[in-house]
């Protein structure tokens, strides 16, 4: 079982910056894939930004890929989102996932291939 917590939410403007943390319970974080999703209000929740289990393999959304960057500290059992240039279509509760690797480059791109999910922080980027 694996427990995640999202933080690092919250108000900012067009064009400022955020950065998500998203922590992990037990003492096998490394032996997980991290996702990011986000779901705005009657939307579908979308794929955001993935790694793999050594940080060394990273997929972006088309709509973020430039602006955002997902890292992990596997030590802090930490996942991270540095958000920049944020526009308001950014305006979302953000997931972050955990995937159990199957495979060193497995990074998935889909939630349903996803184990664990955390409870949501909301971004909300104004204009």
């Known amino acids: 079982q694996v427990q995640l917590v999202e933080s690092g939410g919250g108000l900012v403007q ?18 997980y894939a991290m996702g990011w999703f986000r779901q705005a209000p009657g939307k ?38 540095q958000m920049n240039s944020l526009k308001p279509e950014d305006t979302a509760v953000y997931y972050c996932a955990a995937s159990f690797s199957r495979s060193g480059y497995q990074r998935p791109k889909t939630s349903t291939e996803y184990d664990y999910w955390g409870q949501g922080t909301q971004v909300t980027v104004s204009s």
């Open 14 to 31: 067009a064009g400022g910056s955020l950065r998500l943390s998203c922590t992990a319970s037990g003492r096998t974080f490394s032996s």
């Open 44 to 81: 579908e929740r979308d794929f955001v930004a993935s790694i793999n289990w050594s940080g060394s393999l990273t997929d972006y959304a088309e709509s973020v890929r430039g602006r955002f960057t997902i890292s992990r500290a596997n030590a802090k059992n930490t996942v991270y989102l």
